[in-house]
């Protein structure tokens, strides 16, 4: 199918193939037709922008009429360098052939649909423009977070997916199981979790960090960077049952130096989004949130504010709005508390730190005054949270106790505590 003789749209369109013989693989967006020209605009998913097929005398082209919108299609032709027009270059056909069809019912056609509609044909709206520059976005962005690992000597890698396991202790995992459902839904014992494929209660991950602290107690630097799933039926922007998560974890590293850690990736991520995607922030900031592009310019300039969680509540507290939710030491921060600190306090991305003992996890390590824990959210103008992460309990005893107040089975934790038995050392993630 001249896989590997093929050029890509995004390749022509930037001017490497400039009168050149092509051949083209792709789909058809959209096709006009006159007495003695044609116009197709293909896309192959390699850019944004289509490139314009120009088939002069169509009526030698007896299939032309089969070719709809959505069709898919071979293209032989020479790349033209064309004045005024949207794009610098086009291709006048030589061969055209129809692959694959579509009919008049195909649902996606030349003007805008909104999100709602595209929902109902989730199986097609990657071929939207907005889906399509996600998905080479996403792409684009997770091998920049593989680079910056990489570049600082971090180990990729891979945690269970299927653990028993709970690392948040919030209870809210989806099951994995081989039992018969069915029957089990006849029957009025217990579960007898022992029957199970794994002689065990076993769950969806929430997390790889337990496994990440693991392997950082071997290798010293490594990071997850996979799927994560909540079972939090919560139906906000904030909250997805499957999503994927970056979690670097780093022996020998406490919390002040894994802060300058999360700046350093926070801003080389935004770097490479605004200098190799531009064509990505682009669309964004035209047809998404026209002010993100600036939004990330000014983060880049700005230095991170470290403020303790006391110092944020009081700040919060003497703040002239009417926040939704109530402001005290001892309750979490919701959003509309992030965003104020960043974008009406602080004026600057904001890690907040030593947070309440009470409504942190068990792994994070205790303060002297034993009140607040060694913790950190990264907030971000525009956002929110966007990083959470800790200097993890290394004292033995001390981790020990508090896997007890959060009623933690210590046997099935056995091996996270042996890390801190055998060469236990400071380390964050």
């Not at 680079?147 to 809210?172: M, V």
């Not at 799933?229 to 590293?253: D, K, V, Y």
Request: charged fraction near 30%.
């Amino acid at each position: 199918m001249d896989y590997f003789k093929r050029s890509r749209v995004g390749e022509i369109l930037s001017g490497k193939k400039e009168d050149e013989e092509v051949i083209i693989l792709g789909w058809v967006r959209t096709k006009r037709v006159s007495p003695n020209v044609a116009f197709l605009e293909i896309n192959d998913g390699s850019s944004l922008a289509n490139v314009q097929i120009v088939i002069d005398k169509p009526e030698e082209y007896p299939g032309l009429e089969e070719i709809l919108t959505g069709a898919s299609v071979r293209v032989k032709g020479r790349v033209v360098r064309v004045q005024g027009r949207e794009q610098d270059y086009e291709v006048h056909c030589q061969d055209l052939l129809l692959i694959g069809k579509a009919d008049q019912t195909f649902p996606l056609q030349k003007k805008r649909h909104t999100f709602e509609y595209l929902r109902e044909i989730a199986h097609l709206r990657p071929r939207t423009n907005t889906f399509g520059v996600i998905n080479r976005f996403r792409s684009k962005m997770s091998f920049a977070i593989h680079r910056f690992f990489q570049e600082r000597n971090f180990y990729y890698i891979h945690s269970p997916i299927i653990t028993a396991s709970d690392c948040e202790g919030a209870g809210e995992l989806f099951r994995v199981t081989s039992l018969d459902l069915e029957k089990l839904g006849r029957e009025v014992q217990p579960v007898n979790f022992q029957d199970d494929f794994f002689a065990d209660e076993t769950f969806l991950t929430v997390s790889g960090q337990l496994e990440g602290e693991l392997l950082c107690t071997a290798l010293g630097d490594v990071y997850t960077f996979g799927p994560t799933f909540r079972a939090e039926n919560s139906n906000t922007s904030r909250h997805l049952s499957e999503f994927w998560m970056i979690e670097p974890e780093m022996a020998f590293c406490e919390l002040e130096e894994m802060l300058i850690l999360a700046e350093d990736f926070v801003k080389f991520i935004i770097n490479a989004s605004l200098e190799e995607c531009t064509e990505e922030m682009d669309f964004f900031n035209r047809w998404i949130d026209r002010g993100r592009q600036k939004l990330l310019q000014d983060i880049l300039k700005a230095d991170f504010v470290t403020v303790s969680y006391t110092e944020a509540v009081e700040i919060l507290k003497k703040a002239r709005v009417d926040f939704e939710f109530p402001v005290d030491w001892g309750l979490d921060l919701q959003s509309e508390h992030e965003r104020y600190l960043t974008e009406k306090y602080f004026k600057a991305p904001v890690m907040v730190i030593d947070y309440p003992r009470d409504i942190k996890a068990f792994y994070m390590r205790v303060n002297n005054d034993e009140k607040t824990v060694r913790a950190v959210d990264v907030l971000m103008p525009g956002v929110g949270e966007i990083i959470g992460g800790s200097q993890r309990e290394e004292r033995y005893d001390v981790l020990e106790n508090n896997m007890r107040q959060h009623g933690l089975d210590l046997e099935r934790y056995r091996w996270f505590l042996d890390i801190r038995r055998y060469g236990t050392v400071p380390h964050s993630g």
